[in-house]
């Protein structure tokens, strides 16, 4: 059974530039011991190669949250007693 697995291979485990390749592995359970080694390291990059995604997402969730909570403290004033209002509902009265 062959099986096509596209990834982005690091430049230190092949002489090649660092660029999207397929790869074709076969599978077959006559694997060399130099084989399985080198699958399990391809395995490891693509394993690592999703954690880095996947803490990318993370990172933005977290600056969408920061720019949030920095627009709706933008969009807060103090009213003459003291109090925090909602900048909206400020404009919504007359002055």
């Not at 399985?36 to 993370?58: K, P, S």
Request: net charge positive; charged share 30%; glycine share 2%.
């Amino acid at each position: 059974m062959n099986v096509l697995i596209k990834a982005q291979i690091p430049k230190t485990l092949t002489n090649v530039e660092p660029k999207r390749k397929e790869f074709l592995w076969r599978r077959e359970e006559n694997f060399s011991l130099q084989q399985n080694i080198n699958f399990r390291i391809f395995q490891l990059y693509v394993a690592m190669g999703a954690v880095e995604i996947l803490r990318d997402c993370i990172k933005e969730a977290l600056q969408c949250l920061t720019n949030r909570r920095r627009k709706l403290n933008e969009r807060r004033i103090f009213n003459s007693n003291g109090n925090v209002v909602e900048l909206f509902k400020w404009l919504d009265t007359e002055h």
